[in-house]
């Protein structure tokens, strides 16, 4: 089973300030097919997962761009250029090369 | 628009079973695999089980694998996990979730249902 590690466990930030957010997995998650599988939830209180960027670095539809991935292999990072108060809520990494499907243990993101 | 609409928690004694439901709309049920994600009180998320578009193919973690079963009837567009064996540590909001190809794997969820709550008490 491939280990998802998300640091930090919680981040407090003031709006219009910028918030990082990293997952490290226990093995590549970059396929042979030239594909990395690393995937961004957030869960807003309240309200089911929702997807924000897939394959690393790809923002899904109608997903705000001051939200952005990168990384490779094994070291991914999640970054939000300028929080907002909607913004809150808990950020999970999924990787999606190998079953069983894991996430990471979540980031949990506060507004100051 | 794409729906989930999950159904069938509630509470159960150790040792007994489940049937949870998802019905689906706004799409072609049959051409997308799903899954069913759980999540425990004030944790995290679990990847609990996934089936391929066509149902041949299913797959399980290994914390339920034996004792759920997970099904599709793409007449009905309908996904369904069986829960048989239930344990305090099933206790969780359990969500429908689709993927975006005919397989669980190397693909998203989009989107999620709004879950629905099992709570297994002795």
């Known amino acids: 089973e491939i280990v998802m590690t998300q640091t930090p466990v919680s981040l407090s930030v003031t709006p219009g300030q910028p918030a990082s957010i990293s997952c490290k997995s226990s093995?590549?998650?970059?396929?042979?097919?030239?594909?990395?599988?690393l995937y961004w939830y957030l869960q807003k209180p309240g309200q089911s997962p929702q997807l924000l960027v897939y394959e690393v670095s790809s923002r899904f539809s109608g997903v705000p761009d001051r939200f952005s991935g990168s990384g490779s292999g094994t070291d991914f990072t999640l970054k939000i250029s300028r929080v907002e108060a909607e913004d809150v809520g808990i950020y999970y990494c999924m990787q999606g090369i190998h079953l069983p499907l894991t996430f990471g243990g979540g980031t949990k993101v506060e507004i100051k | 628009e794409v729906q989930l609409l999950e159904s069938g928690g509630g509470l159960v004694q150790p040792g007994g079973s489940l049937r949870l439901s998802c019905a689906a709309s706004?799409?072609?049920?049959?051409?997308?695999?799903m899954s069913w994600v759980r999540q425990a009180p004030g944790k995290g998320l679990e990847w609990v089980s996934g089936?391929?578009?066509?149902?041949?193919?299913?797959y399980y973690a290994d914390s339920v694998r034996g004792r759920f079963t997970i099904s599709r009837d793409n007449s009905k567009n309908t996904l369904s996990l069986q829960m048989n064996s239930l344990r305090a540590e099933d206790t969780a909001v359990y969500y429908c979730a689709k993927s975006a190809d005919t397989l669980p794997t190397k693909t998203w969820f989009d989107p999620w249902g709004q879950g629905t709550l099992v709570t297994v008490f002795s």
């Open positions: 089936i391929s578009a066509t149902g041949g193919s299913t």
């Open positions: 706004g799409f072609t049920f049959n051409n997308y695999a």
């Open positions: 093995q590549s998650l970059l396929h042979s097919d030239g594909k990395t599988y």
